[in-house]
């Protein structure tokens, strides 16, 4: 039986730290698609002000490069928390990362274990946001941030439902109402006038969406 589509009422934060993630990677999402993190500076100030990056550090275009890129693979993968298909290069290119990340296990006051990211510049920043990810997995909550399946909008939600496909009704709406016009076009075209109005609306025993 196919699986039925819902949305949520409006795009909703994620729990504790992820919601630091889901910001991050929504920097460059959303349909009016602006793109916040365009240089090495924005980027910079970006981390710092949500405690990422020391305040007397400075960024390369490198480095840059590879936040963009991260941020892309983590996308890919929400999606796929969305029903969209395996992306091995996604998960490769952040395994890439990995492999100069360095991370030092710190003990808390209440006794637990966290791995603190102890690389310089960029590493250090987005070993944050990965250690963020590990953290979810444990906790449950990383396969419920996805990424909206409305193409037009991509924008990252957290999933309180754990059914929903699209971050928000409005999305929702849309995507049927393109889906409503495509489906009117194609069925007019091929019976005509009225005709084809009464397939859509099911009067034909057909089922309208
Ligand atoms: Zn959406």
Redesign the pocket.
């Known amino acids: 039986m196919r699986r039925k589509r819902r949305a949520l009422r409006k795009?909703q934060p994620a729990p504790g730290k992820l919601e630091k993630l889901r910001t991050f990677v929504n920097t460059a999402a959303g349909r009016r698609k602006r793109e916040e993190l365009g240089t090495p500076a924005e980027l910079g100030r970006w981390f710092k002000h949500r405690g990422l990056l020391g305040d007397d550090e400075k960024l390369t275009l490198d480095e840059h490069a590879s936040a963009i890129a991260a941020r892309r693979n983590l996308r890919s993968i929400l999606a796929v928390h969305n029903g969209g298909g395996p992306n091995p290069e996604a998960v490769e290119g952040l395994a890439e990362l990995l492999v100069g990340m360095r991370f030092e296990p710190r003990l808390e006051a209440d006794g637990s274990v966290r791995f603190e990211p102890v690389s310089p510049g960029i590493l250090a920043s987005l070993g944050k946001l990965l250690a963020i990810v590990a953290v979810a997995q444990n906790a449950g909550s990383w396969r419920r941030l996805k990424i909206?399946a409305?193409p037009e909008?991509?924008?990252a939600?957290y999933d309180t439902s754990g059914k929903a496909t699209?971050?928000?009704t409005?999305?929702g709406d849309r995507v049927r109402g393109r889906k409503f016009r495509r489906s009117y076009k194609g069925r007019r075209l091929r019976t005509g006038g009225r005709e084809g109005l009464a397939a859509v609306f099911g009067l034909e025993g057909g089922q309208a969406e």
């Open positions: 795009p909206c409305d909008c991509g924008t939600f699209w971050c928000s409005r999305c």
